[in-house]
């Protein structure tokens, strides 16, 4: 079973495009630094070049830690603020309002409570719109609908992609702990209370623990299992079957014992 969304090629991956992000931003600030500097100045400068150094700020964190790439979410989110109430013509706004909600649902956010959240992010990208308003009704009619269009072309790849990768990716939906060293079937029990969504808390009141014990021993394991965090453990995982069954080892003697049967007996 191979962990694909924090594999070490994934969070190589998620390091190189932070970077080129950082870099495309750099650009961008400087270029409108010359553009200050020579009078060109728009009114909603400061806060544009403000929103760009939270942005890399971000992407720097996610460099360090690659396994916290939800923040490119919010990151996106910063750059859709700063773009579509000022930049009508721009269709980078909704489609890092996009991006952002993909990393988000990878990242496990819409799992509870998802018709209300989906229903908040249609309100935040109809409240980002409004401004376009200034410019007339039609404008803003215009900008809307363009934003859905690409927003429903962006969707539609995204579900073409994961319909390629399900039909490449393994049927077999079973994680068996004894595989990784170091985890005990106590382990399983844990983890199987956590894919059901249980809190700590509970785990630790239902096995008669402390919270802080079951919270540092789930840590290590989410460490040894390579996802992380909870969120990741449970996104990665979720509609496996969590099973403890240790292979079998068969020793040399016993190898031995076993081909000296094998041999025809002589008379």
Known sequence: MKNFIY???TKVS?????????????LANFSKLV???????????????ISNLLIMGLFVFVVIYPHKFSL?????????????PYEQFNP?????FDLAM???????????????????????LIALHLPILRFGPISLMTAFIESIGFSFVFFMGIFFAYGYASRNAPEEKILN????????ESDAEMLRRVLDNQQY?????????????????????YDILGVADRIGFITTFTGYELIYKPEIEITENQVAEAAAQSKPQQN
């Open 14 to 26: 998620i390091k190189i495009v932070s970077i080129i992000a950082m870099l495309i931003l750099v």
């Open 92 to 96: 980078m706004g909704v489609l890092m």
């Open 35 to 49: 553009n200050l500097f020579s009078g060109k100045v728009k009114n909603d400068f400061f806060f544009w070049f």
């Open 201 to 221: 808390k509970v785990i630790a009141i239902d096995l008669q623990k402390s919270e802080g014990t079951i919270r540092n021993r789930l840590n290590k394991v």
């Open 177 to 184: 702990i004894a595989k990784y060293e170091g985890l005990k």
């Open 7 to 9: 594999s070490k090629k």
């Open 102 to 124: 993909v990393i988000l649902n990878i990242r496990g956010f819409f799992r509870v409570h998802a018709k209300i959240k989906v229903a908040l992010f249609i309100l935040l």
């Open 72 to 84: 490119i979410a919010l990151a996106c989110l910063f750059y859709a603020v700063s773009i579509i």
